[in-house]
């Protein structure tokens, strides 16, 4: 099975259906076994614009949890997002970035990443990426496994060579009730098992829509939001958004949205195709 790539404008959370790109879905055992074919480019890190720390968005304005410790956490800016719980491989080739491994080794193997682009520089919420499996290259490059851990937010950027290092306060989702963050939890499960049957019958994969299997495997509602927003790949400004929430119940109410848009998107498209066979081929 497979979910597609969603792609909101950046105005709204609608589709942009021209640009889709159908993942693996490889393991119907683990919520987290809708996997994305990352572009090589993106994997192995190659950006010719060097992220410029003067451009990193730092809002004293903005709140940090009440009796939040700052910590220092050497950062990795990256054109990505990553959630809490999710998977990230990297390789590790530019300078600089190795020396901040050679530092992690001897530390608690941990960094923060935070998304950056061209058009909006830096941002100052991201999520912390420890490092589950190494290998180190003979030519001092690394390989690494990372997995997706809590989020922080910038408070102030300690230094900036060789690599950057922020002081970070970390966020935690606000508490809501139970009940109606359950029932969205629950909704936006339902909607993604929609798209993910729709995707398959649009992909030729089989007439016959299969049943999809429980996608949240007993996940609380604030780890499967995540879960949900890390499925969003080729949309790192929506990702982005969704990750600085503070609100599970707003974040699944923002996925919902979406995955809904989506869904209409399919739904027309399996339409057109079944008017037009020939049309989709």
């Known amino acids: 099975m ?3 790539q969603f792609l909101p404008s950046p105005s709204s959370s609608t589709l942009t259906p021209k640009h889709h790109l159908i993942p693996n879905y490889t393991n119907p055992t ?4 809708i996997s994305f074919t990352t572009p090589s480019r993106i ?6 614009r060097k992220p410029n720390p003067h451009h990193l968005r730092c809002s004293a304005s903005k709140k940090t949890p009440q009796n939040a410790a700052a910590e220092e956490l050497p950062l990795f800016p990256l054109p990505l997002v990553l959630f809490p719980g999710a998977i990230l491989p990297l390789q590790i080739f530019e300078f600089r970035y190795r020396i901040m491994m050679h530092t992690l080794l001897h530390t608690d193997l941990r960094f923060g990443v935070v998304y950056s682009d061209s058009a909006t520089g830096t941002a100052d919420v991201g999520c912390v990426a420890e490092v ?3 290998e ?26 060789p690599y950057l290092v922020a002081d970070v306060a970390w966020l935690e989702d606000r508490p809501g009730e139970q009940d109606d963050v359950e029932a969205l939890a629950a909704e936006v499960e339902m909607y993604m098992k929609d798209v993910i049957r729709l995707s398959n019958r649009l992909n030729g994969k089989g007439k016959a829509e299969k049943e999809v299997g429980d996608l ?12 949900v927003g890390s499925t969003f790949e ?29 869904l209409n998107y399919l739904t027309a498209a399996s339409a057109v195709k079944d008017v037009f066979p020939s049309s989709s081929s």
């Not at 994997?43 to 010719?48: A, F, H, T």
């Not at 949309?235 to 848009?261: C, G, I, S, W």
């Open 216 to 227: 949240r495997r007993n996940q609380y509602p604030t780890p499967f939001s995540f879960f």
């Open 132 to 134: 589950v499996k190494h």
């Open 43 to 48: 994997l192995r890190r190659q950006r010719s």
């Open 136 to 161: 180190r290259l003979g030519d001092d490059r690394f390989f690494l496994i990372c997995k997706g851990q809590e989020r922080f937010r910038v408070t102030k950027l300690a230094r900036t060579k």
């Open 234 to 262: 080729g949309a790192p400004r929506e990702q982005q958004a969704l990750l600085e929430l503070e609100d599970t119940a707003v974040r699944l109410k923002r996925e919902k949205e979406t995955l809904r848009n989506t």
């Open 2 to 4: 497979a979910l597609p």
């Open 30 to 33: 683990s919520p987290k076994s």
